[in-house]
């Protein structure tokens, strides 16, 4: 009965707010404390009880009262840090205008006009909020201070050192909030006892936090570097005297959870997790304020600066284990189904890798130096396959390779792939025996973007799976009609033609499937170098694609080889962000030489990829086809159902149909660029088929002899035949190792802050804090 006569009271409130005409004096605070002095109205009930349309009208039409009750909000946050919350009445205080700002800046930061308020001292309210010796400081400043300072309050969010009592109580201004990390980890050895109290309380300060942090999602996206985040930059900056020990708290909070705990089955749905609401609120909090939009410029970003400051191995090991214990929980498999608790915040925690392993290179290089990287790989893989089929999450995919980029552009990664995978993770493809560059070969080569073009160099053999993915995916790549489809197109044949030059000059001995698979699919390179550039040549393939997707739309066999098809459909009311566009991967790529001592020189940029000095592409004739026992030509009758080629015939044929279905959507051609003779020559001379063609032109006639002599059915004979053969001295001349390194660029930082935030207003649902305000980084699409 007493909530139910809270709730009324705070309601009549919330109506005399909206209906009087005349502002309310600052001083009447008879009035003011209706809204958070005696009430004890939860989050949930603040957003019933203040609806969106009574805040704007407030807004438009009592522009006073609203500004007076912010002031009034952030001025008890203020006096409440002041004297540390000692009582419970000011603790209570201080969560109901948690709660009530909570709901309201995002109606403070929708309107143009309103955005400027908190960062202007509020006229006539006679009170200074946190003064400054020259001036009162800003509304804005005031509330990041009083947030920080809560943050750490003995007996509130923090574990008190001193004994309880009226007499003992610790001065909020003279206390080492160094002494009050909430967490073992970093920095930081005692591990406070647990207190859900405590969690709470954080929760609810955090989510304020990441409220007053989300100005940006009123503002379009725009790549330019000063539009920094005036909110972000200030929290982050020294001004705030926690910075340090509130970015490690943050940290180790998030590094050292376990959702599992003592895993008894089931035990999450018999007990409430409170700490699991804290660390989701930390993780967003880390990766908003290490936003590299709104640390590349301005005022130094401390939090960046912590980050990029950690070196020592045992903080390193902490933070690496941390994280790959939570990517790795939905992996978690028992025999009792769902007894495993599941954490939802997967791509928060993708993000916050990126941006340890891109700001912190010590730490990048201590994931590379043994096979712990394996232990983030296989999760990134895991959530690569599982969002292919869900079209709410194309940004996970472009997280995932924005990863495996950066970390295929590094030597030991490359090193580490190949370790042998046997774990059996749930994820849709095929069942093979191989090393972890077979497993990132198959989960990729579905992408456009697939990374293994920088670790090419470094993987001794690949199964006969990846192979025949490799040539499947050049294949999809070099048909005229995607080739001629974008000004872009041709540089995806280059890069993969960049991984097959590295496997056959530098790995050919232990590489004797993927020779095969060259010598099998040899129709691709030779019809890559006769490819057609006269007018006539362009535009029949161009019509053929038209007629090509109309056929595959009328056509009913939809059935293809292991998960090819389209997305599903999201179920009814699935909420879906839109996405800045991807930067194309020669930009956010740079070529780069390695040297016979390691170090590695960057190259300049072309229009198109270069190829060794003095090398062109030569025109070359198809040889003689050969006989069907060799190579199971598609038009030669097919062997034994049991044989190895007989089957990958039919998967590549089907496959081949399913991402030429996929690509044609991604590749429609532009109204300001159309495909002309003089722009086909100008890449096609530059094409790397020389070491290719060479290889074909020794093997591909030893391996007819071998087969006619002996009467091969079967690719066995010549698996071992190639095994043991060698090239020494008939390819061309080695070339330089390139690789190609991710560069970071401001189209990317622009990309990842839209992605960020889109995943944080879907992930803010209880309560939803941005839930129809004019959002303007992002689209939001139901499905």
């Known amino acids: 009965m007493g909530n139910t006569d809270t709730k009324l009271h705070f309601r009549k409130a919330v109506i005399q707010l909206t209906t009087k005409t005349q502002p309310v004096e600052a001083s009447d605070d ?3 404390d209706q809204f958070w002095a005696d009430s004890s109205t939860t989050v949930q009930d603040v957003f019933a009880l203040v609806p969106a349309a009574e805040i704007r009208a407030v807004r438009e039409e009592s522009p006073s009262n609203l500004a007076t009750l912010c002031y009034k909000a952030v001025e008890r946050l203020v006096q409440s840090a002041d004297s540390g919350c000692r009582s419970e009445k000011q603790r209570q205080t201080v969560l109901n205008c948690t709660r009530l700002l909570t709901r309201i800046l995002p109606y403070i930061f929708e ?172 993780v967003q909090i880390l990766i908003v304020t290490l936003d590299s939009l709104s640390s590349l410029t301005g005022p130094e970003n401390l939090f960046v600066n912590y980050l990029s400051r950690i070196h020592r191995e045992e903080d390193l090991s902490f933070i690496l284990k941390g994280l790959a214990r939570l990517m790795n929980n939905p992996l978690v498999q028992t025999y009792l189904p769902h007894s495993a608790k599941k954490i939802q915040f997967h791509q928060e925690l993708l993000i916050l890798f990126w941006k340890f392993c891109d700001f912190n290179k010590k730490f990048l290089f201590f994931v590379l130096k043994s096979s712990d990287v394996l232990d983030v790989l296989v999760p990134i893989l895991f959530s690569l396959d599982d969002a292919r089929a869900d079209q709410s999450r194309v940004g996970l995919m472009h997280i995932g390779v924005f990863i495996l980029l ?92 960049e991984v097959f030059n590295n496997i056959i000059q530098y790995q050919f001995d232990g590489n004797c499937n993927l020779v095969y698979a060259v010598i099998r699919k040899r129709n691709i390179f030779h019809q890559l170098a006769n490819l057609p550039s006269d007018a006539a040549s ?104 049991s044989s190895l080629c007989f089957y990958f015939e039919k998967v590549n044929r089907a496959e081949s149909e399913a991402a030429r279905s996929r690509l044609s959507s991604m590749s429609s051609p532009s109204a300001a660029w159309s495909a002309n003779t003089d722009w086909v020559v100008s890449w096609k001379a530059k094409l790397p088929l020389q070491t290719i063609m060479r290889l074909l032109q020794v093997l591909v006639p030893q391996v007819e002899k071998i087969c006619i002599d002996k009467g091969l059915t079967d690719e066995s004979e010549i698996l071992k035949f190639l095994q043991h053969g060698t090239l020494v001295g008939l390819l061309p001349v080695p070339h330089p190792i390139l690789i190609r390194k991710y560069q970071a660029n401001a189209g990317t930082a622009m990309w990842f802050r839209t992605y960020m935030w889109g995943v944080i207003y879907l992930r803010n649902v209880d309560p939803p804090i941005w839930y129809d305000t004019d959002i303007r980084l992002f689209e939001i699409q139901r499905i």
């Open 111 to 282: 309107d143009a006009d309103w955005r400027g308020f908190f960062w202007s001292t509020v006229p006539g309210a006679g009170v200074r909020v946190y003064a400054r010796e020259d001036d009162a400081r800003p509304l804005a400043e005031s509330l990041l201070l009083a947030i920080a300072d809560l943050l750490f309050c003995p007996d509130f969010t923090a574990q008190s050192r001193k004994k309880s009592g009226p007499d003992s109580a610790e001065d909020i201004r003279s206390i080492d909030s160094c002494e009050y990390i909430w967490e073992a980890g970093v920095g930081f050895a005692q591990s406070p006892p647990l207190n859900y109290v405590h969690d709470l309380n954080r929760t609810e300060l955090l989510k304020l936090l990441l409220t007053c942090l989300s100005e940006a999602m009123y503002l379009p996206p725009s790549s330019e570097r000063r539009s920094l985040n005036p909110w972000v930059s200030f929290f982050c900056s020294t001004e705030n005297r926690h910075a340090l020990p509130l970015f490690t708290s943050l940290l180790n909070v998030v590094c050292a959870y376990d959702p599992v705990g003592f895993g008894v089955p089931y035990n999450h749905l018999m007990f409430s997790d409170y700490r699991e609401q804290l660390v989701e609120q930390a």
């Open 406 to 497: 950066l970390l295929s552009g590094e030597r030991n990664f490359g090193v580490r792939l190949n370790k042998p995978y046997a774990l059996r993770v749930p994820m849709d493809i095929p069942v093979f025996t191989g090393t972890h560059a077979d497993l990132l070969i198959l989960v990729t080569s579905r992408d456009r973007r697939t990374p293994a073009a920088a670790a090419s160099v470094r993987l001794p053999s690949l199964s006969m799976l990846a192979a025949n993915k490799l040539l499947h995916l050049l294949e999809a790549f070099s048909t005229p009609w995607f080739l001629f489809s974008s000004q872009q197109n041709h540089h995806l044949v280059f890069f993969l033609l």
């Open 538 to 641: 362009i535009q029949k393939a161009l019509q053929r694609k038209t007629k090509s997707t109309v056929s595959r739309s009328n056509s009913t066999d939809t059935e293809s080889a292991e998960g090819s098809g389209a997305a599903a459909p999201n179920e009814p009311g699935t909420l879906k962000t839109s996405l800045e566009a991807t930067p194309r991967i020669d930009k956010i790529t740079e070529k780069s030489q390695v040297s016979l001592d390691g170090t590695m020189m960057p190259l300049h940029h072309s229009d198109a990829p270069r190829t060794p000095a003095g090398d062109t592409a030569p025109e070359v004739r198809r040889p003689p086809r050969l006989p069907h026992a060799s190579l199971c030509s598609q038009s030669d009758p097919p062997p034994s159902p």
């Open 30 to 32: 008879a009035f003011w």
